[in-house]
DNA sequence: TGACTGGCCTCATTTTGCGAGGCACAATGA
DNA sequence: TCATTGTGCCTCGCAAAATGAGGCCAGTCA
């Protein structure tokens, strides 16, 4: 699913926290590399939202420190490397729980704008 | 509208960039000062959100140099004074602004995360 | 040769919320 | 009387996260 590209662009307040979100959630689909999921979130969002290396690889570091992630490389034909992300089982409950809170926090900040247009 | 104490505390780092929006959102009802926007909230988010003072005072002081809200005194009848706070014209055209912007969020996480269970 | 894309990363700065604290006065109650 | 609690304003140092900029290297294509 892509979305249209939003008139007002994305505060980037808004964003934190959302990533670990972001990441985990994708790599639910499988495992893929850092570039790819910058192309991968760019494209999905209609080019709203490009996801900084600078924010990534951190975010992917952190989530392989706590074991919520793994990350092995991986030669392509012409011999360079890439490096995967592969989301572990303790990543999927950690998304679940992370997928509440999101829900949790979508109800309240929409309990005082008031539901959706 | 009273919402339920989630089980998951909401992470901070989602909180942050949503606090001028909720502040403007509450402002929206009418003009109101610090304590009783802590209060407020607190309630209404059925005790999970306490908004602190020291995100509520700079996040409003700063709605202010802005002049999306302003501010005044007033005495109460046991000669204790609060300091009110009330939105601005600009303050609404903002808020509208930050609504859409909001949803488009809201979306775009979605899009990744899934629709609600 | 040089430019562009793919691909990994780090680092300083900025923004924001949090926790803790300070200050002041009223009402309550032991 | 005095201590506690509640009301009500605020600031400050810290921590977490995103940004922008940059570095590094290897292919590809003109």
Redesign the pocket.
Known sequence: MILPKPEVPV???L??????L?LLSLLCEGP????????TVRQRTGGT??????????????LEATEFIT?Y?ET?E????????AIQPAGQAFLTAKKKEWNQFVDMVQAFVGPRA
Chains 1, 2 share one sequence.
Do not use: C, F, V
């Open positions: 505060d980037r307040e964003l934190k926290g959302s990533t670990p972001l893929m590399y850092g570039y790819q999921i910058i192309e939202y490009t996801l900084k290396e600078g924010a990534l690889y951190p975010a992917l570091h952190k990350s490389w392509q012409n011999g360079r490397e890439r490096r995967y992300y």
